[in-house]
């Protein structure tokens, strides 16, 4: 089984460094400094009651042709159905690792950028979550609400979360990525939080 260098980290972007050499090269996502607060983060983004009422009265609609679009959990797919099986006695497990080693060490370094970034993308869902959860007439209000809105939130982070969870798995069997700033990566952008201004516009102009 081939191993694989860390290469250094030293630029202040998280975009990738790869190598120029005949191995396959270790991807590095760099986490950037956190930048200053804005100054439209304390802002209150509210709707008029009218607006609120609006969405209120579309919940017995969302329930009835929204929520049934949902699938089952026990029909979706899971990350490990596309992994290596732990509960394989070791021999086996360690085969399926060794194999699925072989099959990312050609791979260009480009797709382990996209990988990582899709990664990164997915791995920010509690960020996405909350965002959502400051609109008005949307917004989880206990965190189980049964509004349909608040279901649909709740379901389409779930369904989300597993292509996190298959390509964090797939990338660290992988050794072909830096896992360590990776999740640097990730902590650093959940921590540093997200104000999405078009999102705000394009609720508060309903």
């Known amino acids: 089984m081939q191993t694989h260098k860390s290469l250094p980290s030293h630029t202040t972007q998280w975009a990738t460094l790869m190598s120029r050499s005949h191995k396959p090269s270790k991807i590095s996502a760099v986490a950037a400094p956190v930048r200053p607060a804005l100054k439209h983060q304390n802002k209150i983004h509210s709707m008029p009651p009218e607006k609120i ?15 049934p679009l949902l699938k089952p959990i026990d029909q979706c797919w899971q990350p490990a159905s596309f992994l290596p099986d732990p509960a394989l006695p070791f021999s086996e497990f360690t085969d399926q690792v060794c ?3 072989e099959r990312t060490a050609s791979l260009p370094d ?3 950028v996209v990988l990582v ?6 791995d920010a869902l509690p960020t ?3 965002m959502i959860n400051t609109l008005d007439g949307v917004r989880d209000e206990t965190g189980a609400s049964q509004s349909a809105w608040a279901k649909w939130t709740r379901a389409w982070t779930a369904e989300e979360n597993r292509h996190g969870d298959l390509l964090r798995t797939y990338l660290y069997l992988s050794g072909r990525v830096d896992m360590l700033m990776v999740e640097r990566t990730v902590q650093h952008l959940i921590s540093s939080g997200m104000v999405s201004i078009n999102l705000f516009i394009l609720v508060l102009n309903f």
Do not use: N, V
């Open 110 to 112: 480009e797709y382990f």
């Open 128 to 130: 996405y979550q909350t």
């Open 117 to 122: 970034g899709d990664m990164i993308t997915e």
């Open 99 to 101: 194999e699925l080693r």
């Open 53 to 67: 009422e609006i969405f209120k009265s579309l919940d017995g609609w969302a329930t009835d042709q929204i929520l």
